[in-house]
């Protein structure tokens, strides 16, 4: 049966940073082994990747702008959270070309690629527009910008060609590289957006999340209104998913430099009275301000301060940009800009910012010598999650935390998980708070994500949906796991392997869900790629005698939280310092021996923290109490307090009890740990 499949949410092609290669004015059609639909940083990987494999390549792009946030102001690459040793294949090559680059012209970066450490890499966004440029013209992938996705044309399962604006284009197996999943969704293939529930893939982040502190300001107008800014005044159940994405923003490449420096555009119709609830934050006390990289060239790039109450990011107004149409995607553009120069506008004018903060972001302009066709200001709006598609495995926490080994791997990911503010609540009787981060989810020694393996299976669609498309950016995910895959460095490594997979399953005829994983397996490795989980330190949470806070039965009200360190595991709860007595923590312990054991306690000191959580501990017939001082600070590169000695029974079962009946601060419920006491 042959299927027409019109696209009704086409993406916009307002955004753009520098014309890589020419594009044709006439209508254009093309025929090839592989096309890729989306020059993302994934894009353009797998377009490299399969013509590299002998198969002819087009790189279709729907706005002028090739290289998605890699080269339209991102240029502090997230691999520094990463284990390094894994991130190899064209993402090391991308960044030894860019090293290169400064090294021909007498720079000296601040690290050296080879090293593979927790450096911070940076660079220049018109650097990286070059060498992406020399390595798609090395690989002779034709590169078409300005071809936006109209409809594609289907027989059975496959699709057999796409039309754009300008043409019609027929390949043998397709890629779907954008950051929206706009080809997947217009091939019929089945997808999702926005938030999980917990029970759905029992995950302990989806659902709400409110790990920052509640504003002590007023979110309603004088007539009862909420005030600009605010999302919405009912978030939802808890344990409830939505239809909410993490918050997108604008990376800013910027410079006090003077012979380099241009002023910030005044914003248009720019209203004070828009920005009344951050003023009032600030008067509480607050500060709102963006995160600043050092780059290259004595600049920076301005980033959303995930910590930050108000930054960079528009929170709310990015719902609805994947299944929007051209004209929509470019209202939502337009409106994050807007905010962008008003939001800068504010920081450097109101009377209400210290004049301290004002002078900061007053030395601050946009740089003369980056995105000159587009008024210097960046062109990529930091898509930071779109649609996901519901594939044949479905990643989520606990692949990422317990669960990382996979038998078809295709890349190793280990950025933190890490989700941007979903929504901002004004609260009925006082109070505003935002809504949605996941604070970077990492262990601690050393100081990045957990390693886990993506399967092969989570780039592809069911077989039922389509048999000759690969989706390595909008991948088969919950929104805990795309927190994160999402970021340029893994996007780039799935883009090189599904170019791998493309060519391959194009060159023997067969559906991508056919294609035998050991061949697969064997070009990755020679590309580069590394497919082996690293040898880490042991995590703590896994030291013999440890229960981590995952493991124990939570009874009441508690809040998941990584906002202080160290802690761990994956994170910590606290009872939110409300001392009602409702709130157990029950762990589980089953001595190897009959005998004394020394208590440990992990916790973040703080002064802040309850100074009396009690605990209780019963093992047979014995039952001991102690009290915890949480504001103690733990031992000199420990991360866990000695808080007492207990007698504990063989063959049955150690109950240990903590509460927050009474207590006066912040009860911090992180892990245990029995250590057998030496004689």
């Known amino acids: ?105 007498g720079i000296r970066l601040p690290y050296q690629v080879s090293v593979k450490d927790q450096s911070k890499w940076t660079y220049e966004p018109h650097v990286a527009a070059r060498i992406t440029r020399q390595m798609l013209n090395e690989a002779n992938v034709k590169v078409l910008t300005e071809h936006v996705l109209k409809s594609v044309k289907k027989e059975g399962s496959k699709i057999t060609s796409l039309m754009t604006n300008k043409g019609t284009f027929s390949a043998k197996v397709f890629i779907d590289a954008t950051y929206e999943g706009d080809l997947m969704a ?14 759905e893939f ?25 005030l600009p800014f605010i999302t919405t005044t009912d978030a939802g159940a808890e344990e409830a998913g939505d239809s909410n994405v993490m918050v997108y923003s604008f990376r800013l490449c910027l410079t006090e430099k003077p012979e380099n420096r241009v002023q910030f555009p005044e914003p248009a119709n720019y209203d004070p009275t828009r920005f009344e609830v951050m003023r009032r934050y600030v008067k509480s006390g607050g500060n709102v301000g963006w995160d600043l990289y050092p780059l290259p060239g004595d600049k920076f790039d301005g980033n959303n301060s995930i910590g930050g109450q108000f930054s960079l990011g528009l929170v709310g107004a990015c719902n609805g940009w994947s299944e929007a149409d051209q004209a929509g995607r470019a209202a ?28 900061k972001y007053a030395k601050l302009g946009l740089c003369k010598d980056e995105f000159p066709e587009y008024g210097h200001f960046s062109p990529a709006l930091y898509v930071r999650e779109g649609r996901r598609m519901r594939g044949m495995y479905v990643i989520s926490q606990k692949d990422i935390l317990e669960q990382p080994e996979k038998e078809d791997p295709i890349v190793i990911s280990s950025f933190p998980i890490d989700s941007h503010d979903c929504q901002r609540i004004a609260l009925e009787g006082g109070g505003v708070i935002n809504e949605g981060t996941i604070f970077p989810v990492r262990r601690s020694f050393p100081k990045q994500g957990y390693a886990y393996q993506i399967p092969y299976r989570s780039i592809l669609p069911k077989p039922e949906d389509c048999t000759n498309l690969l989706v390595p950016v909008a991948l088969s995910c919950t929104h805990v796991g795309i927190s994160s895959i999402r970021v340029e460095p893994t996007w780039m490594i799935l883009g090189q392997s599904a170019g791998v997979a493309a060519a391959m399953a194009a060159d023997a005829h067969v559906n991508v869900q056919d294609l035998p994983y050991p061949k697969l397996q064997e070009r990755l490795l020679s590309q580069g790629q590394v497919l082996e989980l690293p040898d880490v330190p042991e995590d703590p949470s896994k030291l013999p005698g440890v229960i981590d ?48 054991y020394t208590l440990k306690m992990a916790y973040s000191a703080h002064e802040t923290r309850a100074k009396n959580v009690p605990i209780t501990i019963s093992s047979g017939s014995h039952e001991k109490q102690i009290e915890v001082d949480q504001t103690l600070p733990l031992p000199e590169g420990e991360l866990f307090q000695t808080v007492g000695s207990v007698q504990l029974e063989s063959g049955v079962e150690t109950v240990i009890t903590i509460s927050n009946t009474g207590t006066n601060g912040f009860v911090i419920i992180d892990a245990i740990q029995f250590t057998p006491l030496t004689k």
């Open 332 to 359: 939502i553009w337009e409106a994050h800009k807007q905010y962008t120069l008003e939001f800068y506008h504010f920081l450097t004018t109101d009377p209400a910012v210290p004049e301290a903060i004002r002078n």
């Open 1 to 105: 049966m042959r299927q027409y499949i019109t696209l009704l949410f086409s993406p916009t092609v307002v955004f753009s940073l520098i014309l890589l290669i020419t594009t044709p004015t006439a209508v254009a059609a093309g025929n090839a082994d592989v096309i890729v639909y989306g020059a993302t940083p994934g894009g353009f990987c797998a377009a490299i990747a399969a013509s590299r494999e002998g198969a002819s390549v087009i790189l279709l792009e729907p706005t002028d702008h090739i290289g998605g946030m890699n080269t339209g102001g991102l240029s502090f690459s997230d691999s520094n959270q990463t284990v390094r040793s894994t991130v190899m294949g064209l993402f090391d090559e991308w960044h030894t070309r860019i090293e290169s680059d400064y090294d021909s012209r």
């Open 186 to 199: 217009a091939a019929g293939v089945d997808w999702t957006i926005g938030r999980e529930g917990r029970a």
């Open 202 to 226: 029992k995950e302990s982040l989806a659902g709400k999340q409110y790990p920052k502190h509640m504003m002590n300001i007023d979110g309603f107008s004088k007539e009862g209104k909420p």
């Open 549 to 596: 806070d995952a493991d124990a039965e939570l009874i009441g009200s508690w809040k998941r939280s990584t906002n202080f360190k160290p802690h761990v595991g994956s994170g910590y709860v606290h009872d939110d310092k409300v001392a009602d007595g409702k709130s157990q923590a029950i762990f589980r312990f089953k001595a190897p021996t009959s005998g004394k």
